[in-house]
RNA sequence: GGAGAGGUGGCCGAGUGGCCGAAGGCAACGGUUUGCUAAACCGUCGUAGGGACAAAAUCUCUACCGAGGGUUCAAAUCCCUCCCUCUCCGCCA
């Protein structure tokens, strides 16, 4: 959401600005409507002002016994005209607050020229990619032959793009999970949250998922009730509508939750395996920050899910999305990627990112600036969130790195103590 | 699911049709007093959207008493719907 007084007066820059992400934005109804209702509004104050006016004068009247019919009646019209001027304003501003629902973030400045994600930019790489002796396997037939992994018990319980993890997979699941909220509540300040993972529509709308990208949830039938595609969505809301004191900032909060997601057109898109499923874990950071923090937290915040994958010794490459991959609410966005050596490619890990104001107007989430002074106003805190990690696609980064030649899989190191000592999975 | 009680400013809490953006208290902030701390006293003390002013200070208008409708010249107050909280009963992990 933006400042529509902001777009108003800036309409140039934001106009090339939202070029840049390939969106169209009706600007031309914007306008109008705004100006529509902006006199409309005056038009409503005018007739509610002459409104109590009279309303105080029949009470005056009353009470020094003088009659009153007269200005009774007068009121009568002026009350006519207040309800139908003030229609037609909530027609405006229902109309107006839809359309602007709708327009995306603007880029940051440092972000790159671009409409697709062949044209992100390469910021860093870290690791070392293994070499195999013969052809490494894809995750799926190493964690079927391990009787670790099953798709077709998923698919006969929920359908495709459902995954059982059993035995060692299963605790590795849950071993990464630990590992990783551990992590980040000792070393890196975040609290742990445990949160519903069912939101109502007003959580939807803060973030940014609603009204535009309905299609991509899953909705209850008999409740208006979604379930979360990120656990951003609940971590974000939990201060919307709040004026948070300065010195609270930065807020920082991790959970894991389960996500899920519809995938409405990635029809044939990894189909196979755990990359892309319609239920999966994700380990998710978030933060509050005041506006001149912001961007170095995302750094901070990168780096948080950085550590992970170093720690867990998963070679990975950080990119800048362009200006037309990024998501809808964000200002600058990293993509962290993971080497899957059976796909001798990158791929997605965790993506992390800066929304700048832009999730906290929709959410009305402020701050007091310069604590309890008398002249401090409310202003708009910034709001970040990142993976540390999506859980699956670390499962599955895992079993291919760190398939052997006889078909096992070593375990990282730093997951052991997790995992009750053990160094390597085994078929079953 | 059944029965009942509630939702008022940062918090507590008064207010059952007009003079109520809302008493009183607490907290907070500024000040006076004080050797220091405390106490006492005085003052300030919600959010948002318009307008006036070149702009700030300031002034002014409008909205907001859980949400949305309705009645009325006039609603925190009366009526309806919904949401939430609490208590009791039932059911349940």
Same mark, same amino acid.
């Given at each position: 959401m933006h400042d529509l007084k902001y777009l108003r007066d800036n309409l140039d820059l934001v106009r090339t600005s939202l070029e840049r992400r390939g969106r169209d934005v009706p600007?031309?109804?914007?306008?109008?409507?705004?100006?529509?209702?902006?006199?409309? *509004?005056?038009? &409503? /104050?005018q007739l509610r002002h002459e409104l109590k006016k009279g309303s105080d004068d029949v009470a005056q009247r009353r009470r020094a016994k003088l009659p009153a019919d007269e200005a009774i009646e007068a009121m009568k019209q002026v009350g006519e005209r207040i309800k139908e001027i003030d229609g037609r304003l909530r027609d405006t501003e229902e109309t107006l607050n839809g359309l602007a629902l709708c327009i995306p973030n603007l880029p940051h400045h440092t972000v790159?020229?671009?409409?697709?994600? *062949?044209?992100? &930019? /390469?910021?860093r790489r870290w690791g070392t990619i293994p070499s195999f002796s013969s052809p490494p396997k894809p995750h799926w037939e190493i964690g079927e032959a391990l009787g670790i992994l099953d798709f077709d018990q998923a698919a006969k319980i929920a359908g495709a793009r459902f995954a059982v993890l059993s035995g060692a997979g299963a605790k590795m699941e849950r071993a990464l999970i630990d590992y990783m909220l551990d992590l980040h509540t000792t070393q890196h300040g975040y609290r742990e949250i445990l949160s519903?993972?069912?939101?109502?529509?007003q959580t939807m709308t803060g973030t940014g998922q609603l009204p535009k990208f309905e299609e991509d949830l899953f909705r209850l039938r008999d409740e208006d009730w979604f379930l979360i595609p990120t656990a951003e969505v609940p971590l974000t809301n939990l201060h919307r509508e709040e004026i948070l004191s300065e010195d609270r900032l930065p807020i920082r909060y991790t959970a894991c939750t389960p996500c899920f997601r519809r995938e409405a057109g990635s029809y044939g898109r990894d189909t196979r395996g755990l990359i892309r499923l319609h239920q999966f874990n994700k380990v998710e950071l978030v933060a509050f920050t005041t506006p001149d923090c912001s961007y170095d937290e995302l750094e901070r915040l990168t780096g948080h899910a950085e550590s992970i994958l170093q720690n867990l010794n998963l070679p990975y490459r950080v990119v800048t999305l362009c200006a037309g991959d990024m998501g809808f609410s964000s200002a600058k966005t990293y993509d962290l990627e993971v080497w899957l050596p059976s796909q001798g490619q990158y791929r997605e890990i965790s993506s992390c990112s800066n929304f700048e104001s832009f999730q906290a107007r929709r959410a009305n989430i402020r701050y007091r600036v310069g604590g309890g002074k008398k002249e401090a106003k409310p202003d708009f805190v910034h709001t970040l969130n990142g993976s540390g990690l999506a859980v699956g696609r670390t499962l599955?980064?895992?079993l291919e790195n760190y398939q052997q030649p006889d078909g096992s899989v070593l375990i990282p190191e730093a997951l052991r103590p997790y995992m009750g000592g053990?160094?390597?999975?085994?078929?079953?």
């Amino acid at each position: 959401m933006h400042d529509l007084k902001y777009l108003r007066d800036n309409l140039d820059l934001v106009r090339t600005s939202l070029e840049r992400r390939g969106r169209d934005v009706p600007w031309d109804t914007i306008q109008k409507l705004s100006e529509e209702r902006r006199t409309l *509004t005056t038009q &409503v /104050e005018q007739l509610r002002h002459e409104l109590k006016k009279g309303s105080d004068d029949v009470a005056q009247r009353r009470r020094a016994k003088l009659p009153a019919d007269e200005a009774i009646e007068a009121m009568k019209q002026v009350g006519e005209r207040i309800k139908e001027i003030d229609g037609r304003l909530r027609d405006t501003e229902e109309t107006l607050n839809g359309l602007a629902l709708c327009i995306p973030n603007l880029p940051h400045h440092t972000v790159p020229q671009g409409t697709d994600s *062949t044209q992100n &930019v /390469e910021v860093r790489r870290w690791g070392t990619i293994p070499s195999f002796s013969s052809p490494p396997k894809p995750h799926w037939e190493i964690g079927e032959a391990l009787g670790i992994l099953d798709f077709d018990q998923a698919a006969k319980i929920a359908g495709a793009r459902f995954a059982v993890l059993s035995g060692a997979g299963a605790k590795m699941e849950r071993a990464l999970i630990d590992y990783m909220l551990d992590l980040h509540t000792t070393q890196h300040g975040y609290r742990e949250i445990l949160s519903p993972v069912l939101v109502n529509r007003q959580t939807m709308t803060g973030t940014g998922q609603l009204p535009k990208f309905e299609e991509d949830l899953f909705r209850l039938r008999d409740e208006d009730w979604f379930l979360i595609p990120t656990a951003e969505v609940p971590l974000t809301n939990l201060h919307r509508e709040e004026i948070l004191s300065e010195d609270r900032l930065p807020i920082r909060y991790t959970a894991c939750t389960p996500c899920f997601r519809r995938e409405a057109g990635s029809y044939g898109r990894d189909t196979r395996g755990l990359i892309r499923l319609h239920q999966f874990n994700k380990v998710e950071l978030v933060a509050f920050t005041t506006p001149d923090c912001s961007y170095d937290e995302l750094e901070r915040l990168t780096g948080h899910a950085e550590s992970i994958l170093q720690n867990l010794n998963l070679p990975y490459r950080v990119v800048t999305l362009c200006a037309g991959d990024m998501g809808f609410s964000s200002a600058k966005t990293y993509d962290l990627e993971v080497w899957l050596p059976s796909q001798g490619q990158y791929r997605e890990i965790s993506s992390c990112s800066n929304f700048e104001s832009f999730q906290a107007r929709r959410a009305n989430i402020r701050y007091r600036v310069g604590g309890g002074k008398k002249e401090a106003k409310p202003d708009f805190v910034h709001t970040l969130n990142g993976s540390g990690l999506a859980v699956g696609r670390t499962l599955v980064a895992i079993l291919e790195n760190y398939q052997q030649p006889d078909g096992s899989v070593l375990i990282p190191e730093a997951l052991r103590p997790y995992m009750g000592g053990k160094e390597r999975i085994v078929k079953e």
